[in-house]
């Protein structure tokens, strides 16, 4: 390739990226904007116009929530989200929708400044942890089978690659 060519080609991909550096995404709201100040973050999945993390308010009705993310669906029932439900999925289902409550996934949960629950969080969830790669998460997760579960956050110590130091550093992210 000569030098024409290869100016051309640096040409074109600066003019292709031109757009993206100036306009962004502005469809997806900025996760760092949405993390700072977001009362109660919902991550909204399945049947829906909109999904991704949402902001609600403790007291938003379940019918809010399906109109805000754009299903078709219309709510049989009212429901108040609280600060531990942070995962509603939306479900068409005869005529109704229907809100689950389970965890966040960790990547968003640390995002959001959420405590991950260590004896529900699987190694995807502990993976997220800064300073936990997938050896050590496994770690964690057979530790735990192997007590019935942790009864306090020191427990962790117990487990092969944590020490003091880590210990205090991972009791950010974790809770019971």
């Not at 080609?9 to 977001?38: H, K, R, S, T």
């Amino acid at each position: 390739m000569g030098t024409r060519q290869e100016i051309g080609i640096f040409v074109l991909v600066i003019l292709l990226a031109l757009p993206a550096v100036f306009y962004g995404n502005e469809d997806q709201p900025d996760q760092m904007q949405l993390a700072a100040g977001c009362p109660i973050p919902v991550e909204v999945i399945g049947e829906v116009d909109s999904p991704g993390v949402v902001c609600v308010s403790p007291q938003m009705r379940a019918e809010d929530l399906a109109e805000l993310v754009g299903t078709s669906q219309e709510c049989a029932f009212k429901q108040n989200f609280e600060p531990g439900q942070l995962l509603a999925i939306v479900n068409a289902d005869l005529e109704t929708c229907r809100f689950s409550k389970k965890l966040m996934p960790g990547k968003h949960r640390v995002l959001f400044n959420l405590r991950i629950p260590i004896n529900q969080a699987n190694v995807h969830d502990l993976e997220a942890i800064p300073g936990i790669g997938p050896a050590l998460a496994l770690r964690i997760v057979n530790a735990r089978a192997a007590m019935g579960g942790f009864n306090s956050l020191d427990d962790l110590d117990e487990v092969k690659g944590i020490g003091p130091k880590k210990l205090a550093k991972l009791k950010e992210y974790l809770d019971l």
